[in-house]
Structures are given as C-alpha cells and as structure tokens.
C-alpha cells in the first residue's frame, strides 16, 4: 500500500490494527526516514472516530497544508496515524439539513458501506450486523423488536473485548469509573431510544419547529448502534494510543533521540495521543506539545481529583507531565456531538438516573462533558484564552492550556454540529505555539 498525495514533505504514514500492532515495515521507514532526513520537529496526527484512510489523509494534507508556510525555517516532519475506527458513511452531510442530505440513507437505514464498514470494524458479526440492518429497514412497531435490536447491537460490540484490548477496557466514558457493561443495556433498551430520538429531533429543530410530534424510536436506535459503536471505538482508541503509538514514540526516541515529537489528536485521537502519554517508556522526554481538536473523551481524565467523587481521579492523571510542554485543548460550543450526543450517552458509564428531556446536556454536561465541548476541567493551573488572544501571547511551557476555539470551529449540521470543522489556519497556528516551532 503506497502513501497518499500530500501537500507536505516528507510525511510517513504509522497504521496500526485494533489491538496497536504497528504495521511494521511503515513503522521502520519513518524510524530510518527521521534520521536521513535531519526532521527535528515532527508533527504526529491521529484522526477521530467516523474516518476511514482516504477521509483521514486528506483531513491530514488539507490541515498540514499552511505549516511550511508558518513555520518557515523549521525542519519539520510530518506523520499521519491511522487506525480501525468505524465509519458511518450514512450520515448527514455537513451543513445541509438533515431531512435533505440524510433522506436517500434512510432507506435502507444503513447502506452499504456502512455495512460493509461494520462487518470491517467487528469480523465474525455478518449475521448480527445482516439482523441489525434489517430491524432499521423494516422499523416494526413492537417494542419487544427494539429490545431485540439492542440485544443485538450489544452482541456486536462485545463490551469486554478478548485479547489486548480487554487490558484497557475498564475506563468506561466516566474516564475513571471501572464499570463491566454500560447502563444503557442493563435495562429496557426502548426508553433508551426514545431519549435518542428526542435528543436527535431537538439538535435537528433546536427552535421547536417540529411542534409536539413525537420523535420515532428507530431514529434513536440507529442513534444507539452508532453511540455502541462510539463505545467500542474510544475503548480502541485508548488501546491504540497506549499500546501502539507510544511505543513507537519510544523507539523513536532511542533512534533518534533529538527529535521534538509534536502529537495532535481529533475526536477520538485526542484521547489517543493523551493515551500514547501512558505507553510511553520511562524516561522519555521528547514530547514536546499535545494539541487536542474537539476531544472526545471526559473533561476530567487528567484531573487527580473528580469533584462529584473526590476518592477517584481521571484516567489520565497526572499524564500531562510526560510532556516536556504543554497540553493544549482547543474546544467549541457549536460542537453538539460533544455538547448534546456525548453527555446522553454517559448512561454507558453508569449514569441511571433519567436524563431525557430538553435539559439532558445541562445535567449531565458538568459530570461528563467532553474535552471538546468546554476544555480540560479539575486540573489546578489550567491557563485559559480565547483563540485570538492565544495567538497574540506565548502558551506556557507545560501545564494545561484550554483555548476556546469558538470563532473558528462553528460550521455543520445536526447531529454532530461543527464537531470536524478543525481544518483552520489558526488550529495550525496552535499546533506550531504549543510545540514552540518557528
């Protein structure tokens, strides 16, 4: 398999499988390639959950684009991570309403590539993944058909995992609450996806505009097999960052151990990359800058102290001090996939108490928001700017820094909002003063 069309030079690309296997061979050519080509400053970016390779590398040419330009006389290293996460190709085009861009995946609820990208994602589920798509298409009335649908999507996403991945299963979406299966499917699934379908037709009319119609529950269980699949991905994520890209940073510290390594993570990579910090090798000091776009993971995983349960701490803490610099979170409000979806779904972490309703976000928000939706909270210390102000001044050398990034990352439609809006001049700007490149 040959390295995409770039607009940088030179770019490695670093694939790993579910279980943060390398492969090999594309590990080896970027552990020679850093060292032939003098890099001293290398950017290493892992893209989110809902991306396939093609959809990754060109998020990584487009964003990597203006940094030559920025960082003129840098010798810079560019590397793009790819990972199993699933793609849902059957949603809603960006910025276009979703009654219009979504109606022809409608039916059938699930297309083929996504289909196809399920059967990928969990090998040895056809007949699971065949009987899913079908309940989609046909929607019967019976509750009792809701309940075999999400019988069925539990079976697909096997909530402890075997192998590797069972290792770092434990750190449910609380980011530090061990849980063994997700409240979601511990009781009735039919209320559950009527909270979804709900949740979905507010983010869709957040005016009211769809009056006193009650939402259909297979809009909110399609909603469930996606946020399932979410669960499987962040647990994947964290097993790759950790296992995988650690390690490989580790090794190329003891190759090339006057590297400055720069890791950027979206989505899901944020949490890989804030993982790849715990997988590495004592001593390894050559991190010099973590910059998250929207991160999908809980505001509190690097705090040593949760404040609804000061006897436990993130699942990341004190993480932040591998890096020889700071640990930069650029997040949005227009992000609704993190503000609205994220919270709903921390029922999975073992939230039982009734969530739905028009003030889901607010109650769950403060307990389980996300990184991407208001930064890194519980950290003491943590620096604050808004993106404007934050390239006008020099970002702190380490410690914590939340840059609301607002301004610029606000474009999308529902559900997810401006969720993947990160390809901007100024997040690169970001990129290049938390890593100190010039």
């Given amino acids: 398999m040959s390295d995409p069309a770039m607009s940088v030079s030179p770019y490695w690309e670093l694939t790993f499988d579910a279980d943060g296997d390398p492969d090999g061979r594309r590990r080896d050519r970027l552990l020679a390639g850093v060292v032939e080509r003098g890099v001293k400053d290398l950017i290493v970016f892992a893209h989110g959950w809902n991306s396939d390779r093609s959809g990754a590398t060109r998020l990584y040419s487009r964003f990597f684009e203006p940094i030559p330009?920025?960082?003129?006389?840098?010798?810079?290293?560019?590397?793009?991570?790819v990972w199993p996460s699933m793609r849902f190709s059957d949603e809603p085009i960006p910025d276009f309403p979703r009654s219009v861009a979504a109606e022809s995946a409608r039916r059938p609820a699930l297309d083929k590539d996504t289909r196809h990208a399920l059967l990928e994602t969990f090998p040895g589920r056809a007949t699971v993944v065949e009987q899913i798509a079908r309940?989609?298409?046909?929607?019967?009335?019976?509750?009792?058909?809701?309940?075999?649908?999400?019988?069925?999507?539990r079976m697909l996403v096997e909530l402890v995992p075997p192998g590797p991945q069972a290792l770092f299963g434990a750190d449910t979406l609380a980011e530090g609450v061990p849980q063994s299966e997700p409240d979601m499917f511990s009781g009735p699934v039919t209320p559950v996806c009527e909270d979804f379908a709900q949740a979905l037709a507010r983010l869709e009319s957040p005016d009211g505009v769809q009056g006193f119609a009650i939402p259909n529950p297979w809009?909110?269980?399609?909603?469930?097999?996606?946020?399932?699949?979410?669960?499987?991905?962040?647990?994947?994520?964290?097993?790759?960052?950790?296992?995988?890209?650690?390690?490989?940073?580790?090794?190329?510290?003891?190759k090339a151990p006057g590297v400055r390594v720069h890791l950027v993570g979206h989505s899901f990579g944020g949490r890989l990359v804030s993982f790849a910090l715990r997988g590495l090798p004592e001593g390894v000091r050559t991190v010099k800058s973590v910059t998250l776009l929207q991160g999908a993971f809980s505001h509190y995983a690097f705090a040593s102290r949760l404040p609804h349960d000061t006897r436990a701490g993130g699942v990341l803490q004190g993480q932040q001090n591998r890096i020889d610099g700071p640990l930069v979170c650029c997040h949005s409000r227009h992000d609704s996939a993190l503000s609205t979806m994220y919270p709903l779904a921390s029922r999975m972490a073992g939230d039982a108490q009734g969530v739905a309703g028009a003030d889901a976000g607010r109650l769950l928000g403060a307990k389980w928001g996300a990184m991407g939706f208001d930064g890194v909270q519980a950290v003491p210390g943590t620096r604050a700017w808004k993106l404007a102000d934050a390239l006008r001044t020099t970002l702190p050398t380490s410690g914590c820094v939340n840059i609301d990034a607002a301004e610029v990352v606000r474009r999308g439609?529902?559900?997810?909002?401006?969720?993947?809006?990160?390809?901007?001049?100024?997040l690169a700007r970001v990129v290049l003063a938390a890593g100190r490149i010039k």
């Fill in 69 to 81: 330009e920025l960082a003129p006389h840098a010798h810079l290293g560019y590397v793009g991570v």
């Fill in 135 to 153: 309940l989609l298409d046909q929607q019967p009335r019976e509750d009792a058909e809701l309940e075999e649908f999400g019988r069925l999507v």
């Fill in 219 to 254: 809009d909110g269980a399609h909603e469930l097999l996606r946020q399932a699949t979410y669960y499987a991905m962040k647990r994947r994520a964290g097993t790759v960052g950790e296992r995988g890209l650690g390690r490989v940073v580790g090794q190329l510290a003891a």
């Fill in 413 to 426: 439609g529902a559900p997810a909002g401006a969720h993947s809006d990160i390809v901007h001049r100024e």
